[in-house]
């Protein structure tokens, strides 16, 4: 990318996000001159950067695991996908109005370990099939995915950032390879989480075939051939979640215990003042044209994942 692009590209951001580009507003503690205290930066931030990958794995292993088991395990009266519905439309919500206001008032960390707690309440909320639980678990979880999200982009693009600060190197690598080694942990929390539910859930082999119900001529409601689509007996459900549930509290230990809080993310803030101006900045990009290039995409992705996550799976 050419210097004068990439200044421009960053000066927009900068004027969306009211904030220096470098996110770290004390630079002068980031010099080059201490080589000890570079290196300890470097160490610092690659050892934040893992500790959160590994408390997000242990959280949301359990989390997007029952994500997937929603039409199965709490199938009755459809109470699994209308936590899911209420999940997300929360989500849409917290993500236009909280992040900025909380993440300045509590900080980064703070934000992490409270939706980290909300994540565990909702992974223990499917211990029993009760509408009221479930739907509180799901609005509470909702509300705190948004300023979790934000505080999580924030703190891994802030370690990026510094530890580039001490190397003089391309920041764009370094940004990418941070959130990149975080991808490892966060894609293979779906591959934990299938793997435990298989094991505990796998019900004993029976064979049942019936052609003429066989690929579109599926019905939802006949499920004789396939032994998965039963609800699980109390104590596998029980099993499955406390398990989750206790990977969950443990990666909120973990978090409280190692890692750091970023201590230049608090600012003094005007409350409903700067959850309006979020607002307007977010419906003024909507009109940019990158953006709506990208709704076509963001709207497959939506229904493509609860298609995969209820219809495929149960089929």
């Not at 470097?42 to 959280?59: E, K």
């Not at 391309?170 to 094991?199: C, D, H, K, P, R």
Request: contains cysteine.
């Amino acid at each position: 990318m050419d210097k004068p692009v990439r200044e421009h590209m960053l000066s927009e951001v900068a004027e969306d996000l009211r904030q220096n580009p470098c996110i770290n507003e004390d630079e002068d503690d980031l010099g080059l001159g201490d080589k000890s205290k570079a290196k300890r930066i470097r160490r610092n931030s690659l050892g934040n950067l893992i500790v959160f990958a590994v408390c997000y794995f242990l959280c949301y292993t359990g989390f997007w695991a029952l994500s997937n088991l929603q039409s199965t395990m709490n199938a009755a009266g459809g109470l699994g996908d209308y936590s899911q519905a209420v999940i997300y439309i929360f989500s849409m919500i917290s993500s236009l109005f909280l992040p900025k206001v909380l993440i300045d008032k509590f900080g980064c960390k703070n934000i992490l370990v409270w939706g980290t707690l909300v994540c565990a309440f909702s992974i223990a909320s499917n211990m029993f099939l009760r509408w009221d639980l479930m739907m509180t678990a799901a609005v509470l979880f909702g509300l705190a995915n948004g300023p979790f999200v934000a505080a999580q982009t924030y703190y891994i693009d802030e370690m990026a950032t510094r530890f580039q600060s001490t190397i003089r190197g391309n920041l764009e690598f370094i940004m990418a390879l941070f959130f990149g080694l975080f991808s490892v942990f966060s894609e293979s929390t779906q591959v934990s989480g299938n793997l435990l539910s298989y094991y505990i859930l796998n019900p004993p082999p029976e064979n049942v075939t019936d052609t003429t119900e066989c690929g579109a001529e599926f019905i939802p409601t006949a499920n004789d051939t396939n032994q998965n689509l039963n609800p699980p007996s109390d104590y596998e459900r029980h099993l499955l979640v406390g398990i989750y549930l206790g990977m969950a509290l443990l990666s909120a230990v973990i978090m409280v215990v190692f890692l750091d809080p970023l201590k230049n993310d608090l600012k003094e803030g005007k409350g409903c003042k700067i959850m309006l101006e979020r607002v307007a900045s977010a419906f003024k990009h909507l009109l940019k044209p990158h953006q709506l290039l990208l709704l076509p995409l963001s709207v497959y992705i939506g229904l493509e994942g609860p298609f995969y996550g209820n219809e495929v799976t149960q089929v």
